[in-house]
């Protein structure tokens, strides 16, 4: 907030938004109470505007692709959008946050450019969105561990591979997605071109106390007494303490609320609100993602904690690393670490100095610049006579 501002200000705006929004990053947004959550708002409204979306969207290129089905992907049927102006083009597999919060309802906010040059493939975990909706929850709430996520990725891509003839894959992620998907590349780096890490997780305790820090040193030089309150009391943080739910949301509550989730903002209402707008997902997919955060929650707190890459030296594909300058959700610092020491046939680290974790909404233009750069050229294909 502007120095000066009361901290009886402060904290009912905090409490408000913390009780709207939905989690994109696991335990980073959700809110207190959203197990609560069940209604489902009528957002009719805002048909119209979601029509003139969808026909500024709308693939009509002749060589183009446009399409969007369900696909079973380890036992279970998973939601799939496919979208490029090209089908000759390198094919992206992107690797959602959350890990129920789905990039399809908001894709049309950045993705449009990218899709003059790749073909973007964009789907549904398990238990997010769409693909919470295809399926029993209660069957898929004992599948919810990080390795039967990887299998997904994978078998995704070996059927993308299929469908559209495509040798490689590029394999791109957002924040919780990066955790699946650096499994992915460790495992079957036969799958793809190369790797690029947005928000990149690499030790979840790491990232936890550098973003508590920041939190802590800012509501103090801001002189926000109700936030150095709430964060003194959980400190030290992580510490040797357990990693609680509430210890967690008042730890990110802060460090986002001063920029550190989209740049130079208190909020990100513009994401949270997206879905309203979305040509992909009507009223039920779009109040699926509170449900979907409410499954997957408690059910990968524990596994989710234990995450560490500190230790692969060795990088089977080329690695490219955005890294937001801003970023206290997924801090960059410990990536810029990682893979300054990290052996692979290329690696490249790309700073976003005007964006936090939202790197794609935030400098849309330099993620296409810096894609064209580092991984287009090592994604082409000659096509199949």
């Not at 046939?345 to 400098?363: D, L, N, R």
Request: glycine residues 6%; proline residues 8%; contains cysteine.
């Amino acid at each position: 907030p502007p120095p000066g501002l009361a901290d009886n200000a402060v904290v009912p705006r905090m409490e408000m938004r913390m009780k709207h929004a939905f989690a994109a990053f696991l335990l980073a947004w959700l809110p207190l109470g959203v197990q609560a959550q069940e209604s489902c708002p009528d957002r009719s409204a805002y048909a119209p505007a979601r029509e003139i979306i969808a026909d500024l969207g709308r693939i009509t290129a002749p060589t183009g692709v446009q399409e969007a089905y369900a696909v079973e992907i380890g036992g279970i049927r998973q939601w799939v959008n496919v979208r490029g102006q090209d089908r000759d083009n390198p094919m992206v597999l992107f690797v959602h946050g959350g890990p129920a919060s789905p990039i399809i309802p908001t894709l049309w906010q950045f993705q449009r450019p990218l899709e003059e040059y790749f073909t973007v493939v964009n789907y549904d975990q398990r238990g997010a969105g769409r693909t919470l909706l295809l399926n029993d929850r209660d069957a898929v709430a004992d599948t919810l561990h990080i390795q039967r996520y990887v299998d997904d990725a994978i078998a995704l891509a070996e059927h993308l591979r299929t469908r559209y003839h495509k040798r490689k894959l590029v394999l791109m992620a957002h924040s919780w997605g990066t955790v699946v998907a650096m499994h992915a590349a460790l495992q079957r780096p036969d799958l793809f071109h190369a790797y690029v890490g947005i928000g990149q997780v690499i030790n979840v305790r790491t990232n936890e106390r550098v973003s508590f820090d920041y939190g802590l040193r800012t509501a103090r030089e801001q002189g926000n007494l109700e936030a150095v309150h709430e964060m003194e009391a959980i400190a030290p943080y992580p510490g040797d303490q357990p990693i609680t739910r509430e210890r967690i949301v008042i730890a990110r509550k802060w460090p986002q609320f001063y920029g550190g989730l989209t740049a130079y903002r208190d909020s990100s209402d513009y994401f949270y609100r997206g879905p309203r707008l979305s040509p992909d997902y009507d009223d039920a997919a779009r109040c699926a993602i509170n449900a979907g955060n409410v499954l997957t929650l408690g059910r990968l707190l524990d596994e989710f904690l234990q995450v560490d890459f500190d230790e692969v030296q060795t990088f089977p594909i080329p690695v490219v690393m955005f890294m937001g300058r801003h970023d206290y959700t997924t801090p960059s610092e410990p990536t810029a670490a990682w893979l300054a020491k990290v052996r692979a046939p290329y690696k490249q680290g790309v700073w976003f100095e005007h964006s936090a974790h939202m790197i794609p909404w935030e400098e849309p233009g330099k993620v296409l610049v810096s894609l064209l750069e580092h991984v287009r050229p090592r994604a082409v294909e000659t096509p199949a006579r």
